[in-house]
């Protein structure tokens, strides 16, 4: 977490596509885990909490969901959603899912005995240092998932959903919420910026 007072950065666009050209370039689990984080706006746990039956690969429009799991929490009960794959974190996703040996995606942060996002997080944190205006972290890309949702004027309603961020309205708790292709859509956008 930030310190107190201590406003997190957005991790810049420029700072995103040159991190997202190295992990094309390394292509390993630590990688495809950054990757994934990158275009998702997942939290660390959440996507290091993965098994391979979250991830919906061969589906019309790819997506992962993020569900309550025995050795991930989460973190509230707006984090469970449904999240497309694009970009960078389609690559990750297909690169995980095909090479992983369990049935975990990310097994050196994953198992039946709980997810470690403290260790994964330290492990990128440390290796995007050098790539990133300083101040930023792994968590960041979550704060520029936003801010690029917003570059494309995306409805806030479908990014807290994107998000798993609460919803700031009782209104945009009613009905169920959006569909895959209508996400899809405004995640496309911003990557075309």
């Not at 997190?8 to 596509?17: E, T």
């Not at 996507?47 to 509230?76: M, S």
């Not at 806030?156 to 309205?169: A, H, K, Q, T, Y």
């Amino acid at each position: 977490a930030a310190p107190k007072g201590h406003k997190r950065l957005p991790i810049p666009l420029g700072d995103i596509l040159k991190v997202q050209r190295l992990c094309y370039e390394k292509d390993d689990d630590i990688r495809w885990l950054i990757a994934l984080l990158s275009d998702t706006g997942m939290r660390l746990a959440e996507g290091a909490g993965l098994a391979k039956e979250d991830v919906f690969i061969n589906a019309e429009i790819p997506f992962v969901r993020i569900c309550e799991r025995p050795w991930r929490p989460l973190k509230t009960t707006s984090s469970e959603r449904e999240v497309p794959l694009v970009g960078a974190a389609l690559w990750a996703a297909q690169r995980a899912y095909e090479q992983s040996p369990d049935e975990f995606l990310f097994p050196r942060y994953c198992s039946h005995k709980g997810c470690k996002a403290d260790h994964a997080s330290n492990a990128l944190n440390k290796w995007m240092r050098p790539s990133v205006l300083r101040g930023c972290v792994i968590h960041s890309f979550r704060h520029s998932f936003r801010d690029r949702l917003r570059k494309v004027e995306c409805p806030s309603e479908v990014i807290d959903n994107l998000g798993g961020w609460r919803p700031m309205s009782v209104g945009s708790r009613y009905g169920v919420g959006y569909p895959l292709a209508q996400k899809v859509k405004w995640m496309t956008l911003m990557l075309d910026e």
